[in-house]
């Protein structure tokens, strides 16, 4: 059995799965989509966003150290010397020639002069003026010049728009997204400062709708981040070969100080079997509670609800 200092070992463990398998087991790693990869011998081991879950056993990791370990059973002072042995080769430089997916082009509605339209529209559902009038100073919500639809705005890091998604604020129900837009950038309201915590939702609209009852319940409504799925998500039947919400592994990955995921998707039966399945999934990295609407379908019904009682209470 050999023997390894402790300085190997905490050395061993700076190296993530997916590194070690791209570098030195190249023939094991199968792209899965988007940015998961699973392993030629264990379909149901998925690898993303630094971490990886064997779901079929019910464990996962961060380091290629764990998994030498637990899934293939090597002894610890056998993982780290293998690790060790290959980080003193210098790793294969990374291929600046690798084929980059081409961004989509973003195609914005032109912008009606004022939100006046917008504005009535969403304070009609209960969303709170500030909570509005924060999205449209930061540019993530406005009107559109010709349909007069809500267009809620999603960013990159780098504040570019990626992607957008409409709203009819006539009678007339209408929901689409815009041409060119990239779910990896859905709508969300970032913390104020960093934090460790991320609230999820289906829409925008709903996403605002939690803001504003943490807003009429006197709570910093910007102290955790807020994400919107741009829809509903629809995992497979095997919720082991579900794939995860595109915007929500954008966003962990933008954000890595999150550990801590709050479920706020819609009271049916879609929305119930959307947060098993992300609970499914990152419980093993993630601590992940589902906080589904106490009344109504969604956030936004809830929200409409508590204003009603609000106001009978004021009556009395």
Not at 141 to 146: A, D, V
Not at 193 to 218: P, V
Request: hydrophobic share 35%; proline share 5%; with cysteine.
């Amino acid at each position: 059995m050999p023997y390894v200092t402790r300085e190997q070992i905490e050395h061993a463990k700076q190296m993530d799965l997916l590194t070690y398998l791209e570098h030195y087991e190249p023939q094991e790693l199968v792209h899965f989509s988007g940015n998961v990869y699973t392993t030629r011998s264990h379909d149901s081991l998925k690898i993303s966003n630094g971490k990886w879950c064997w779901w079929s056993r019910g464990i996962g990791g961060r380091s290629a150290l764990d998994y030498l370990v637990k899934v293939r059973g090597l002894s610890l002072p056998e993982a780290v010397s293998q690790i060790d042995g290959q980080i003193t080769i210098a790793p294969p430089p990374q291929s600046k020639d690798k084929e980059i997916a081409k961004q989509k082009k973003l195609l914005l509605p032109e912008k009606k002069a004022n939100n006046n339209g917008v504005i009535a529209y969403l304070t009609g559902r209960g969303i709170h003026e500030e909570i509005i009038d924060y999205c449209i100073q930061t540019k993530r919500l406005y009107e559109s010049s010709i349909y007069h639809n809500a267009v809620f705005v999603g960013f990159d890091l780098q504040g570019i728009p990626r992607y957008a998604s409409l709203r009819g604020t006539s009678r007339r129900r209408f929901m689409g997204e815009v041409n060119g837009s990239d779910k990896h950038f859905s709508f969300s309201i970032p913390a104020r400062s960093k934090s460790s915590k991320l609230h999820l939702f289906e829409s925008a609209i709903d996403l605002m709708s939690y803001c504003t009852l943490q807003l009429l319940a006197g709570r910093d409504w910007l102290q955790d981040s807020c994400l919107s799925l741009a829809g509903i998500y629809k995992p497979k039947q095997d919720i082991g070969e579900s794939t995860p919400p595109v915007a929500l592994m954008q966003y962990l990955k933008d954000f890595p100080q999150i550990n801590d995921i709050s479920l706020h998707l819609d009271n049916d039966a879609a929305g119930r079997l959307a947060a098993k399945t992300i609970q499914t999934i990152f419980h093993s990295n993630y601590t992940v509670s589902n906080e589904p609407p106490e009344r109504g379908k969604d956030y936004n019904d809830y929200l409409k609800i508590n204003l009603k009682i609000r106001q009978m209470h004021e009556r009395e």
